[in-house]
Structures are given as structure tokens and as C-alpha cells.
């Protein structure tokens, strides 16, 4: 469901593109998993280009005087200006519903600070990394006993945002460690289970260290519980039809070291 952008304070952080291999026209995001109708006319005709987002810190927000902004915005921004375009933002509820906007082709890239995983490589072609990451495991910091290693973590409840890099990392470590159990939340954003956990409704939650680190700003009792990967690089995934794009991936066009400092 599309809807305004509420405004979160924070820094600029990263983020990560992805960009359909076969893309037609979307529908405001008021349902990521309709069929696709057609192909869209690629920005070169039209002058636009459609971006999926979702609101975070970390993505894409509105400042305090209702002005986008961000890492995904600014880059993303700069690099259509570049080329003469103008940018359709399309905000989706979750990192599900901006996957699924992509399968199905409804925008021609996503800027949603999306991690790259193997499994995905089936669909998008992996450009180059700009930002370390670690996956952490947050609970509320009252919470007894705070698991500190895996094989503790089968005491407590652990909420996830679906379809997620978070949901492979579980799934390795239940299949290594007994009793491991998680849910994946297909409407909420890993900055909204973050404020879940801060409030006690769920016990624990996995988010991106990036992530973890904004949120902690204004949720001061969330708690790192442990590391749960090492580092894990958010690099630009792009499609190989889009050949327009790959002046970005390969630097061309913007100096992506540049953007996030």
C-alpha cells in the first residue's frame, strides 16, 4: 500500500539498488503482487525513471520540513539528473512488498538498502559492494535471560520482516543449533519490529547494524544481544538488459564512495 513518508530523524546511510530484469508498469505500490501488464518504456523514452523504496531511516524519508531525503534519494536523484530524468518514487510497506514489486516487474529499480544474497543472484546481477555490514540479533534490554550465543536463542521469540537476507541467516543457525524458531512478518519493516521490540511486544528481532545503530537513537533500550554474520557487504545489484544502468555500477556516472561520507 502506498502511503506519505513520515519523517525519521537520522544520518545518511546505505543502501542497496536492485533492478528487474524484466519490468513493466507499477500501480503506486496499492498491491506489489499484481501481474504486470506490459513493459514500461525505459527512462531514455520517457524522461522517467521508477524507483520502489520504503521509509526508514537508512532508505529514504522526509525531513522536518516535509523535504525526501536520504542515501537512496540523493544518489538516485543525482544520478537521473545526470541524464536529464525525472524520478517516480513509489514507497512499499516492506522489503516483501518491494521484492515482489520487482519480480513482478512494477518498478525499474528498487533503492530499499536491500543486502545482496546468493539466492537472488538467479534473478539480478551483482555490481559492485560500498558498505560492511553485520546482521544483529536485538532484544529489549530488560529481557531475562538476553541470549548471548546461539544456542540460547531458542528461549526467546524472534520476529522478522519476510523474505529478508535475516531469514537465511535463522534458517542456518536452526538447522545448526536445536529448537531455533522464527516468525516472518509480511507487513512490517525491520525499523517497525525494531520499535516492537523497544516497546516489549516482541521479545527479540534481527536488523542490519546500520539500522540498529539509527533506530538506538531514539529506542535507547533496544540491546545487541550478539552478531549473528559477519561482515556482509550491500553492494548494487543490476539487471543485465538494463544497459542504461551500468554507467552507475561501474562508477561512470557518480562517485558512490563520494555519496556516503
Not at 31 to 52: F, H, M, N
Not at 96 to 119: D, R
Request: net charge neutral.
Amino acid at each position: 500500500m502506498a502511503h506519505k513518508l513520515r519523517m525519521l530523524g537520522g544520518v545518511l546511510l546505505p543502501l542497496a539498488f536492485i533492478i528487474t530484469t524484466g519490468c513493466s508498469q507499477g500501480n503506486s505500490g496499492s498491491d506489489a503482487s499484481a501481474k504486470p501488464s506490459e513493459q514500461p518504456a525505459p527512462p531514455e523514452e520517457t524522461g522517467i525513471l521508477e524507483v520502489a523504496t520504503r521509509n526508514g531511516a537508512t532508505t529514504y524519508y522526509l525531513d522536518r520540513n516535509e523535504n525526501p531525503i536520504g542515501p537512496e534519494y540523493s544518489l538516485v536523484s543525482q544520478f537521473a539528473a545526470s541524464k536529464g530524468w525525472t524520478v517516480k518514487w513509489t514507497l512499499y510497506d516492506s522489503t516483501a512488498a518491494v521484492l515482489k514489486a520487482l519480480e513482478s516487474g512494477n518498478t525499474h529499480m528498487a533503492a530499499a538498502g536491500l543486502t545482496h544474497l546468493p539466492s537472488r543472484t538467479k534473478k539480478f546481477t551483482r555490481g559492485p559492494a560500498h558498505t560492511e555490514i553485520v546482521e544483529q540479533l536485538v532484544c529489549h534490554r530488560e529481557l531475562r535471560p538476553m541470549p548471548r550465543k546461539p544456542d540460547s536463542i531458542a528461549s526467546v521469540g524472534i520476529a522478522v520482516t519476510a523474505d529478508s537476507s535475516y531469514v537465511e541467516t535463522l534458517n542456518k543457525l536452526a538447522s545448526e543449533h536445536e529448537g531455533i524458531t522464527f516468525t516472518e512478518d509480511n507487513s512490517k519493516t525491520t525499523e517497525v519490529l525494531l520499535s516492537d521490540v523497544a516497546r516489549q511486544d516482541i521479545d527479540c528481532t534481527v536488523a542490519d547494524s546500520n539500522i540498529v545503530q539509527v533506530m538506538r537513537r531514539h529506542f535507547p533500550h533496544l540491546e545487541v544481544a550478539m552478531n549473528l554474520t559477519q561482515g556482509v557487504n550491500i553492494p548494487v545489484l543490476v539487471a543485465p538488459l538494463i544497459r542504461v544502468f551500468r554507467l552507475l555500477v561501474f562508477r561512470q556516472v557518480l562517485p558512490w564512495r563520494q555519496v556516503f561520507q
